[in-house]
């Protein structure tokens, strides 16, 4: 698997982006540009919520400079065999 982003948070959570997940989200959610805006995200967080049901966490946070209403990166990641897969990104109006 090719990875696009792999870094480790302050918490020692391993973080995965594959090739195959970036490509996910340039084609079905182009405004989110850049892998470092994924990164930073996570890394500084506005709001974390886990779903425990899911196996999920979400990760959201605001830049306030886009040109778009919708200002929130959402960032969806899995937890997959001792790894967080980021599974998905894109911008929202409001954190729900």
């Known amino acids: 698997m090719e990875k ?7 918490r020692g959570r391993n973080f995965t982006l594959s090739q ?13 540009e850049n892998p470092e805006e994924i990164k930073e995200t996570i890394l500084n967080s506005d709001n974390e919520i886990k779903i425990e049901s899911k196996n999920r966490t979400y990760f959201y946070k605001y830049f306030k400079n ?7 990166l959402k960032i969806i990641v899995k937890y997959i065999k001792d790894n967080e897969q980021i599974v998905s990104a894109y911008f929202v109006r409001k954190i729900r």
């Open 20 to 32: 195959k997940a970036w490509t996910h989200i340039r084609t079905k959610h182009s405004l989110v």
């Open 66 to 72: 886009k040109k778009q209403t919708s200002k929130f």
């Open 4 to 10: 696009i982003l792999d870094f480790t948070d302050k």
